[in-house]
């Protein structure tokens, strides 16, 4: 019997820092039966032939084309399913507005669950095809429609952390879109946990529960108090949306007069597994809050352009070693793409580093390095989406799950500008990562498991 599941030969690239990307070039990935790489052989090894030999007739063999290239799978830390219905619309309206008027009856039709199957399918089936291969989603306050999200996961081959959602506070949510009250959010959690916990136990690449307050807002404290002890009694993730625009980092200020980072951290809500999205405005303190207890950031950049009302200083929260990951926060967010928020990220940092008033001198414009480089933003959406979520995912090492996607740089009609001038493999990287587009993405692995192929 052969000691690996799979053998793939190709030339990849993973984070081997922040700052600095590992080419390795026409290297063999040994992967085991669980999906896990077991080993990496570098051509100089002199294992590589041995191994070439033994399985290069095989079906376990793949050899990855001239022209194509492995880059880890992308780990999305803020999506909400049942938005997709309504992405790259509603755009127009500040956060609060946008919450009533399109996005808490959009997520209401999701007691339906025939519906939520229909849709969970398409939003799983689009993120995978977009190099996706873990997402840490929001679902609805419906506990059932939650676990079809996940089910869905599970089938489809994702890594799905999913949360059922919590809104409990009826002066701060809509009659039509609300828990019945604390008890039944609690105890609706409570199950959604235990069923998905159990779901996951059959699932090779794992789906898991996540206890998600919506935010502060719209819940009373009696829940969130409880949703913190419902975390630490099962020991689960946790995500909630943190200090994301003025609205929301000023209704906290006023509800316990401390921002949301010390409030969520009081309610037992900021632990090892907690990602929370945006954090736009949290000082230097709350930052520190995140970095003491291991919570970690889902950075948003294309969502934040339209509501969060301020750039995220992400450089300066690196540097104060916050785990930070990309979300694509779907549909405040329009993209299903982590390509379009990696590359966004870059964008809004360089714009947070130069300033954006040109009537202002150039001394005083901006913030003096906020900047983060291409290489930064992908150890984001990679290695720092594994961190935040404490899983081994993210990075093409040993002992991380086989979660890959294969780019084409030849495909037909989205051809990548390669010529020879192109000796170094790192600007074909560079180009990659700003140029790809889904139809690049010829496959994609799970755990392991082929989930997707054009
Ligand atoms: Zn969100």
Known sequence: MNTYAQVFQGTAFTSQSPKEIKVLKDHLFCIDENGVIAKILAPIDIAYND??????????????????????????????????IQAGTALDIPLNDWLNTYTFPTEAKFADVDFATKVYADVVDTLLANGTTTALYFATIHKEASIVLAKTCAEKGQRGLVG???????????????????????????????????LGKSTKQGVYPVVTPRFIPSCTDEALRGLGELAKKYDTH????????????????????????????????????????????LTDEDAQLFADTGSAIAHCPVSNAYFANSVIPIARF???????????????????????????????????????DSSLPAT????????????????????????SLSLPIGRLEVGFAWDAQMIDTRTA?????????????????????YLARPENIREVWVQGEKVHTR
């Open 51 to 84: 191994v070439l030999k033994e399985y290069e007739n095989t079906d376990a063999f793949h050899r990855i084309n001239e022209g194509t290239y492995i880059l880890p799978g992308f780990i999305d830390l803020h999506v909400h399913a049942p938005q997709w």
């Open 164 to 198: 059922k959602v919590v809104m409990d506070d009826p002066e701060q949510t809509p009659s039509f879109y609300k828990d019945a009250d604390t008890k039944t959010a609690l105890a609706d959690t409570e199950e959604f946990i235990v069923a998905v916990k159990e």
């Open 238 to 281: 946790i995500q909630s949306h943190c200090s994301e625009s003025d609205w929301a980092h000023g209704y906290v200020q006023e509800r316990f007069g401390k921002n949301d980072a010390q409030a969520l951290n009081d309610f037992g809500l900021l632990q090892d597994k907690s990602v929370m999205a945006h954090s736009n405005f």
């Open 318 to 356: 690196m540097a104060m070693g916050v785990e930070i990951g990309l979300g694509s926060d779907i549909s405040g967010g329009f993209s299903p793409s982590l390509y379009d928020n990696t590359r966004q990220a870059v964008i809004s940092s360089r714009m947070l580093e130069d300033g954006v």
């Open 364 to 387: 005083t414009r901006g913030v003096p390095n906020s900047r983060i480089t291409l290489n930064e933003a992908f150890y984001l959406v990679t290695a720092g989406g594994g961190e």
């Open 413 to 433: 009609n989205a051809r990548l500008p390669i010529y020879e001038v192109d000796k170094k493999e790192i600007d074909i990287f560079e180009k990659i990562i």
